[in-house]
């Protein structure tokens, strides 16, 4: 049997706990003096430094935490190595509705400005629709794109042809399974995907919509999504330019038209 690590190694998990997006409990008991047991032996330490995220990046990420994250007992706001040859940017714009033509008008802007490959680029969101939507926009004037969900005509399909709301889900979790089996980070073009299915990876440059359009139907999704810990994981999924298109969210917008 193959062995994970060679004698005398070590395994160091990472956690966040402002990624906690499902909201799981972290505290063992009511005195909240002890975590969760997880089973791993060792005691817990505090990572002091980001080795990740720096510049624009990394300062929008701490203004987050300030803002959002007080609640958490244990929040701590990271240090931050950074480095004179860095070139991080953060651009914000806010529209009242999702507009996949000025998306990808901002995206081909970005990508002529910092001459950036499709590869090193990926759009993120807090739901579904709002990929969808992008990527079938994006195939339309005959780009390749690699998702971790169905396409609008799959989705379509399954919604004209399946009237069981059960059945639906099925079918649509059986498509974005098969989705993110075959999702490949150096597949040579543009990447899609929810927040939540993109969590533990990284990218150069990062479209992150954040938001909804209320004027689009309702989708089979849950509203746990759409939460301060999604789009604080959205915001440290970029390592170099991000840029957050808000839709419609006049909250989220006061905070990143003061800090962007």
Known sequence: MHQLLKPGGELVFFGDE????????????????????????????????????????????????????????????KSV????????????????????????????????????????????????????????????????TNTTFETAEEYNFIIENFSDKEKQK?????????????????????????IHSYKGWSIDTEILIIGEDKNERQDLEESIFLNDEMIYTGITRATKHLVIINIGDNEYDEFFNQYV
């Not at 498509?175 to 089996?181: E, T, W």
């Open 81 to 144: 190595e950074d480095n004179i040859f860095d070139e991080t940017t953060v651009d914000y714009y806010h529209f009242e509705n999702l507009d996949a033509n000025k998306i990808l008008e901002i995206i081909k802007d970005i990508q002529q400005r910092y001459s950036i490959h499709p590869d090193d680029i990926c759009i993120l969101s807090q739901l579904v629709k709002n990929v969808r939507v992008i990527d079938k926009k994006i195939r339309d004037q005959g780009f390749k």
């Open 170 to 194: 099925s079918e649509l979790d059986d498509l974005r399974r098969i989705a993110k089996y075959n999702f490949w980070m150096e597949s040579g073009k543009i990447k899609l995907s929810t």
């Open 18 to 77: 402002e990624q906690n997006i499902y909201k799981r409990g972290l505290i063992e008991d009511d005195n909240q003096k002890h975590r969760i047991f997880t089973g791993i032996s060792g005691a817990w330490n505090t990572l002091k430094g980001s080795y990740r995220l720096s510049g624009e990046i990394a300062d929008l990420a701490r203004s987050f935490q300030l803002k959002y994250f007080s609640d958490y007992e244990d929040n701590e706001i």
